[in-house]
């Protein structure tokens, strides 16, 4: 059984910030779009994942209990972390607005 890292992000979507290039605000806009949409489908296969196991596990299907948790718990955790990044990005947000300027 192989242990898997259990990464919200994948470290080589993230590309160091470099001096030399500069993106537009338009490029740098894409990337971080392409960013959140891969991180919110690593979240999204991973909820699949751990149905799967459990629809496995309930209709008698050749799967371990521990690998369903496993999956669950992976599930979880991703979707959690992924709440908690919302959260503080909406409170920067809002306190970025409540500067005045």
Request: cysteine-free; overall charge negative.
């Amino acid at each position: 059984m192989s242990i898997e890292s259990i990464s919200l992000f994948n470290p080589s979507q993230i590309n160091p910030v470099s001096t030399t290039s500069k993106l537009s605000p338009a490029e740098a806009q894409d990337e971080f779009g392409d960013f959140l949409k891969t991180a919110i489908q690593t979240v999204n296969e991973n909820q699949k994942a751990s149905d799967v196991a459990t629809e496995k596990l309930l209709t008698g299907g050749n799967i371990e209990l521990h690998d369903v948790m496993i999956a669950s718990q992976k599930a979880s955790i991703t979707l959690n972390a992924t709440l908690e990044i919302r959260n503080k990005v909406v409170e920067a947000y809002q306190e970025i607005m409540r500067m005045s300027v």
